[in-house]
């Protein structure tokens, strides 16, 4: 939907919500909130690949020779990982990692 066509039904564009509410692009703020938001989301789906594949937290974390407190951490999205790491853990899943840049 065009920004013309969202005014027309009294919408407002997502983009514009999240930068009056977090802050405008590069911006600390946002650069913090979009480190947030994709840590997040790989952990979503770390999580999703892993019940796919019938393992526990545990399980997973054995098969990569981590601890399942990592494995809490990233699918809560609350550790910092590098692709290394991210890598290794799909794996363990079976899974290939593919990055794009935008």
């Known amino acids: 939907m065009t920004d013309k066509e969202l005014k027309q039904r009294h919408l407002t564009p997502v983009e514009t919500l999240i930068a009056e509410d977090i802050g405008e692009i590069n911006t600390p703020e946002r650069n913090q909130f979009e480190m947030e938001c994709d840590a997040f989301i790989i952990g979503e789906q770390l999580k999703v690949e892993r019940l796919k594949a019938g393992l526990t937290q545990e399980e997973l974390a054995d098969r990569i020779g981590t601890k399942k407190s ?33």
Request: no cysteine.
């Open 70 to 102: 990592f494995i809490s951490r990233v699918e809560r999205g609350h550790t910092d990982i590098q692709i290394s790491t991210l890598v290794r853990l799909f794996q363990g899943l079976g899974r290939r990692v593919s990055v794009m840049v935008l």
